[in-house]
Each structure stands twice: as structure tokens, then as C-alpha cells.
């Protein structure tokens, strides 16, 4: 599973929960009084919802870009030597069974 597959679904559960906590807000905020302030609960509600998805945005892109750094960094050397090593092995591997057979 990639790395962009992977946030795509901490981001949506994340929208998730946050839609149903504003959905339950606006609910509870509707069981008072009765008044008619309604609307503005629900104006409020879309407000801090955009505003909590930006920042969850904003926290993906730099998790994102913190997990391509560590991966250049760290795992893709590793990566690089361990597949020179292993194709190395493989030549020498079938140098000898050449020369093995070739007796």
C-alpha cells in the first residue's frame, strides 16, 4: 500500500469524525431552548469544520513530506546497496556454475 493511499484514508477517517462531531454539535445545539438560532450553529459548524480540515491537510503534507525525506534518506540506500549486493552475489553465482559445468 503506498504512502499516498494510506493518508488518503487517515484523511478521510479524520473528515469523518469531524463531520460527525459537528453533526452532533449542531444536533445537541438544536435540543435547547428552541430558539432560532439554528442557522448560525450550523454557519458556526461549517466554519470550524473547514477550518479543522485545512489543519489536518496541512499536518498530512508535512507527514508526507517528513515520510519522502526519512525514505530518501534512510531506506532507499539501503534499499540500493542490498539490491548491488544481491545482484553481485547472482553474478558470482552464475560465474561458478559456468565454470562448474563448463569442466
Do not use: C
Request: proline share 1%; hydrophobic share 50%.
Amino acid at each position: 500500500m503506498s504512502l499516498d493511499t494510506e493518508m488518503s484514508k487517515k484523511l478521510f477517517f479524520l473528515s469523518s469524525l469531524v463531520i460527525l462531531l459537528i453533526a452532533l454539535l449542531a444536533a445537541a445545539a438544536g435540543q435547547g431552548d428552541g430558539d432560532t438560532t439554528s442557522a448560525g450553529v450550523m454557519d458556526k459548524a461549517e466554519e470550524v469544520y473547514r477550518t479543522v480540515l485545512e489543519k489536518v491537510q496541512q499536518a498530512g503534507g508535512a507527514v508526507k513530506g517528513f515520510a519522502a525525506n526519512s525514505y530518501e534518506e534512510h531506506l532507499e540506500p539501503a534499499v540500493s546497496w542490498a539490491t548491488e549486493a544481491a545482484a553481485s552475489a547472482w553474478d558470482k553465482v552464475k560465474t561458478k556454475l559456468s565454470d562448474f559445468f563448463a569442466d
